[in-house]
């Protein structure tokens, strides 16, 4: 008896919900989305979601907050998105460490496909191949020929272990059968720094930085890393160019809490495309060395985050990542 009044009163909770959420549905949306991002404020994903959050807020009719969650290498904003209320009201902007950070860490506080529905990816942020002025290599050619004659001897550095311009450096050693050493650094700033000062050899770094290295004359640049050359550096080489098939880039998409109503999902692709429509957050992209994705769709989306854990999953086993 006291099973089937429990069994009940659930059930009936359940359906209050679901019934809540349904009419919630209708008016939606009647107050502030939070747009969670796992960076600190002021880095190249926060300073994307900011441009992106103010013209979302126009399309949406309601005022899209950021909130820098950090810690953990993104573990700590990514499990609060995964536990809050699938109402709509809580999204999270990740970057490509939602993809790897299954892979170099032996356990993480929530399941990367499970719990979470896809909205729609926005932006992929391409990174630039740079070298201290006093490389001896020109060009791109020279450069892989420097590194495959000097296995184990070339030091390069990176923002941290499992960041992008780490997972690139290892692609580039996994498919140019070279042997460049990693040197993780906390942040892009000091791994530049000491690039500067010639105690490294190379970086990738994502490309407003870089290439503000690169007008500075502080750095040389040799090449970009999206499968084609990029539109604001139309001279320089692709890696791809003479690593066929090489690719490599962070990129900033949109997730809601596992269990969001689809009518909410749809509302808010509808509205993320309108937002990747827009021509001032066009020209902000370009600015930023960003591409803009022309459809954010959720299922877009979910094939590709399938397709970035298998990619990113093999490089990382192959160059032993770990952030333990």
């Known amino acids: 008896m006291h099973f089937k009044t429990a069994r009940r009163q659930t059930l009936v909770a359940a359906a209050w919900l679901l019934a809540m959420v349904t009419a919630g549905a209708q008016d939606y949306p009647s107050r502030p989305i939070k747009l969670v991002i796992p960076y600190a404020a002021g880095g190249p994903t926060d300073t994307f979601g900011r441009a992106m959050a103010e013209v979302w807020s126009r399309k949406l009719g309601t005022t899209v907050v950021i909130e820098n969650r950090t810690g953990a290498g993104t573990l700590v904003g990514t499990e609060a998105v995964s536990k809050a209320a699938p109402d709509g009201y809580t999204l999270l902007l990740t970057t490509v460490a939602h993809a790897v950070n299954p892979h170099i860490h032996d356990r993480i506080p929530y399941r990367t496909v499970e719990d979470f529905a896809p909205v729609g990816l926005v932006a992929k942020a391409p990174l630039v191949l740079i070298v201290d002025r006093r490389l001896p290599a020109q060009n791109l050619p020279e450069f892989l020929a420097y590194l495959r004659a000097r296995p184990g001897q070339v030091s390069y550095a990176s923002a941290g272990v499992g960041s992008a311009p ?3 450096a290892e692609l580039l050693n996994l ?4 042997r460049a050493v990693h040197v993780p650094y906390r942040g892009s700033a000091p791994a530049i720094q000491d690039l500067i000062g010639g105690h490294l050899a190379f970086m990738l770094d994502s490309a407003p930085t ?29 890696i791809a160019e003479q690593v066929p098939g090489y690719e490599a880039y962070t990129w900033n998409a949109v997730f809601a809490p596992a269990g969001t109503p689809q009518k909410l999902i749809e509302r808010l692709q509808a509205s993320l495309q309108s937002t990747v429509d827009d021509a001032e957050l066009q020209k902000k992209a370009y600015d930023m060395g960003l591409v803009l994705e022309k459809q954010p769709r959720p299922q877009a989306l979910a094939t590709f985050l399938q397709q970035e854990l ?10 032993h990542m770990s952030a333990n």
Do not use: C, F
């Open 310 to 319: 298998d990619k990113w999953g093999k490089v990382a086993r192959a160059a």
């Open 175 to 178: 498919m140019a059968g070279t």
């Open 166 to 168: 780490h997972l690139g």
């Open 210 to 238: 870089g290439l503000a290295q690169v007008r500075a004359g502080t750095v040389r640049l040799l090449a970009t890393t999206m499968a084609q050359r990029l539109p604001q550096t139309p001279d320089t080489p692709a």
